[in-house]
């Protein structure tokens, strides 16, 4: 699989699909749509976990991929970013994460294998969202205790783990492990699939996609843009990138300095725009769509799609753009790294 991506990659740009949750937040929910015969008399409240809809709400989160595949994305991501006993805790819902893993995949799969049969010239992938947890490993969440951590290198591990697993058993191609604000959060899930990759024999392609949270161009635990590429340069992958936190306009020179020095395929799905007072996203597909050309023009990226407050009138418009331009070579690594330590 590894191998038939990368040639994909090596023709033409891929285009990765926009918001799960901007398109989920246009269904009026209660919190009965969030529960099912089994969860009837779950004590906890249930709405606004928005991944427990693969199982409660299937046709829902069938019909978000159904969209985004006709808008012309190539690549669909699971309704999982929140699927690790660490996140659904919040729930008490632990007991259902492969459920949740599994029943995500299985449905993204089946539009994926149904838009692949209409057009087998251009084949539909799954990417199995590995979000970044409710947890950080490297900050402490009480500023009175700065070395207590909420949670470990091992919990985090483990959590990844399990999900992998599921998102494997129900057929993605590949896993992407997204939105990181702590690389060292992202060194477990990697590690985790590595382990995997190990034990089962199997390729498992991987994107990777870290977050810049503010106009400082560093991750939330304080990395820039070179030393997130440089702490997970030893795991092999299919892409590295970024997304979320800002709009494309301001990610441009972090996104810049990735496809300037990585050897990987640079992928990028920014939000669009930065939310208004209300929260929300005015970034229209045509204002989106303008910026996104920039980084086509400057030759930035081999995967594009949208982030936060994106849907797929957004994709729409990014995918057209994006067939017109010619995918990104990959740099020499080891030349940059070699350069910098002299």
């Not at 994305?73 to 007991?95: G, M, P, R, V």
């Not at 402490?140 to 949670?151: I, K």
């Not at 994106?310 to 990014?318: E, L, M």
Request: proline content about 5%; overall charge negative.
């Amino acid at each position: 699989m590894t191998v038939y991506i990368r040639e994909i990659l090596e023709k033409r740009i891929l285009v990765l699909d926009g918001a799960m949750g901007t398109m989920i937040q246009k269904h009026p929910l209660t919190e009965e749509d969030f529960r099912n015969e089994a969860l009837k008399s779950h004590p906890h409240p249930l709405k606004g976990d928005n991944d427990l809809l693969s199982i409660t709400r299937p046709e829902i989160i069938k019909d978000i991929h159904r969209q985004y595949f006709e808008a012309g994305a190539d690549i669909a991501e699971t309704n999982t970013f929140n699927s690790t006993t660490i996140a659904q805790a919040d729930y008490h819902l632990e007991h259902l994460v492969y459920d949740l893993n599994f029943q995500s995949a299985k449905i993204a799969r089946e539009v994926a294998d149904e838009f692949t049969r209409m057009n087998p010239d251009k084949p539909r992938f799954v990417a199995g969202a590995m979000g970044p947890t409710n947890r950080t490993a490297s900050l402490s969440p009480d500023v009175n205790d700065p070395g207590y951590r909420a949670v470990s290198f091992d919990q985090l591990k483990q959590a990844y783990r399990e999900q992998a697993i599921a998102l494997l058993d129900g057929g993605v191609d590949l896993l992407i492990v997204e939105t990181i604000f702590d690389t060292l959060n992202a060194k477990a899930a990697l590690f985790a699939i590595d382990e995997l990759r190990e034990e089962l024999n199997r390729d498992i392609p991987i994107m990777v996609s870290g977050t810049i949270t503010d106009a400082s161009g560093r991750t939330l635990s304080g990395q820039t843009t070179e030393a997130f590429m440089i702490s997970i340069s030893h795991i092999p992958m299919i892409s590295i990138g970024l997304n979320c936190a800002l709009g494309a306009s301001a990610l441009r020179p972090y996104l810049k300095t990735m496809a300037d020095k990585s050897a990987n395929f640079v992928s990028a799905h920014p939000n669009a725009g930065l939310p208004n007072e209300f929260g929300q996203y005015d970034e229209s597909p045509e204002q989106m769509g303008a910026q996104i050309e920039v980084f086509l023009k400057e030759n930035l990226v081999n995967i594009i799609g949208g982030c936060c407050g994106t849907t797929p009138a957004h994709i729409k418009v990014i995918a057209e753009i994006a067939s017109k331009y010619a995918p990104r070579k990959p740099k020499d690594e080891l030349a940059w790294i070699s350069a910098e330590m002299n």
